[in-house]
């Protein structure tokens, strides 16, 4: 499986981007998704991430402002960002479960994810 990760920019505090996470190789039918992001100098850490059965995830950071969402016929996931603030600035990473095999509990780790995309780099001026 092969992610691509696109839609970054560079965008105003406020404003918002829609990242999208493209599949290829396999039709996903079962499968976990996940957005990471890294913030220069600082770790990478969870954003959003959906189940099999489509319940989503979110850090607490982004509740509220970020949805995740996906098009199975498309094989592609989606995080819609809005009100995005300085603090959003990092690259963002799309990365898969496929089939999904870790358990649920840890869907915020890194860990938990086989394929990963290239990232995609999201500034948001202040």
């Known amino acids: 499986v092969q992610l691509q990760a696109s839609g970054g920019g560079l965008v105003q505090a406020g404003d918002s981007l829609r990242l999208s996470c493209a599949a290829s190789?396999?039709?996903?039918?079962?499968?976990?998704m996940g957005w990471f992001r890294q913030a220069p100098g600082k770790e990478r850490e969870f954003v959003a991430a959906?189940?099999?059965?489509?319940?989503?995830y979110y850090a607490d950071s982004v509740k509220g402002r970020f949805t995740i969402s996906r098009d199975n016929a498309k094989s592609t996931a989606y995080l819609q960002m809005n009100s995005l603030k300085p603090e959003d600035t990092a690259v963002y990473y799309c990365a898969a479960d496929v089939p999904p095999t870790a358990i649920l509990s840890n869907i915020r780790r890194q860990s938990a994810f086989d394929y990963w995309g290239q990232g995609t780099l999201v500034t948001v001026s202040s």
């Open positions: 190789g396999r039709t996903l039918r079962n499968y976990r």
């Open positions: 959906f189940s099999s059965s489509g319940n989503t």
